[in-house]
């Protein structure tokens, strides 16, 4: 089975968050009015081991473990080595903020795990606090180091902000000229109830016009190997790359290739849609098997929506959908 929508696009990719919970608190990811998502809604490990198998039968052969904090998550590593052992054909990554994993690293690297995005907003240590709410990044860049060690390949991944942390654009150049990273910039994106961002968006295209008084920037080619989202730039006489991801200014929803299925089982089709499609219970019914579930997931995605449309119809501040961040798991 191969899923594909009414307009044609196929999906192959799958977000999955295995967990709300995280020993952070981003200020775009967090809300002051958040709650944990109870943990008996939470899917067990079984289930989102069921998921997975459904999925690759169904032609998805990428797969993105996010949270929360995923390594936050009791037995995360065992569940790694199943996905492995199960689907090692499977291109599997996982989004983490990279403060809980640096001894991991070498079992990841076992495990056949080859690549990792790393969330780093910043450079500096008092404004990384006060981003996250925690003093954590001599351990996040300690992560950093001992995947590239490793040969863990790293795309690192900043939130823009204005105000917050444009004015170190040049520091992160640097690091990604000295480093074999993707460090890339994700615009801002306005969730749930926060009022405060339009203030902080900071462009896609500002950041390029930016970035090119620190280095001499090259057009990557887009490949097979090279065909998400970020549009890539090699820094010249550097080891790494820049990248930009510009889901607000300049939409890619005509080749998005991915569904979301949170922590509590609820499958997304569209980051910027609230409509969602309830898996927990028809996992948690003896009576509903598998076809069940492939029905509903094929049906959900025929009807993927293009959030470029749910993004003209937002006024003023409001988010570019009603829930937070966190619930979904990016």
Request: glycine share 8%.
């Amino acid at each position: 089975m191969v899923l594909q929508d009414k307009l044609g696009r196929c999906v192959n990719y799958l977000r999955l968050s295995v967990t709300d919970r995280c020993n952070l608190r981003c200020m775009y990811c967090v809300t002051k009015d958040f709650t944990h998502i109870p943990h008996p809604d939470i899917l067990r490990y079984e289930e989102m081991l069921r998921l997975i198998d459904l999925a690759a039968s169904m032609n998805i052969n990428k797969l993105r473990l996010t949270g929360g904090e995923p390594f936050a998550r009791k037995g995360f590593m065992e569940f790694v080595s199943k996905i492995m052992a199960r689907h090692g054909d499977m291109d599997l990554r996982i989004t983490s903020n990279g403060t809980l994993i640096e001894p991991l690293i070498p079992e990841l690297s076992r495990l056949g795990v080859k690549r990792l995005n790393i969330s780093l907003d910043t450079l500096d240590r008092k404004t990384f606090e006060e981003v996250t709410g925690r003093d954590h990044l001599t351990d996040v860049l300690g992560t950093i180091e001992a995947c590239i060690r490793a040969g863990i390949r790293v795309k690192v991944n900043a939130v823009a902000m204005k105000g917050i942390n444009d004015r170190e654009l040049g520091a992160f150049i640097d690091f990604a000229r000295n480093n074999p990273i993707d460090m890339r910039f994700i615009e801002f994106m306005p969730m749930g109830d926060d009022t405060k961002s339009d203030s902080r968006f900071w462009s896609a295209d500002d950041i390029l016009a930016q970035a090119s008084e620190f280095a001499n920037l090259v057009p990557v080619k887009r490949t097979k190997e090279n065909r998400g989202p970020a549009r890539m730039y090699s820094i010249e006489g550097g080891q790494g790359r820049l990248g930009l991801i510009s889901p607000v200014s300049s939409h890619f929803c005509g080749t998005c290739n991915r569904l979301r299925i949170t922590s509590d089982g609820y499958l997304r089709t569209c980051l910027f849609s609230d409509h969602t499609y309830k898996l927990r219970g028809i996992l948690r019914n003896p009576s509903l098997g598998d076809d069940t579930l492939k029905k509903v997931i094929a049906a959900a995605t025929r009807d993927k929506p293009l959030g470029y449309h749910l993004l003209e119809s937002r006024k003023g501040c409001e988010g570019v959908c009603g829930t937070q961040m966190s619930a979904i798991g990016g």
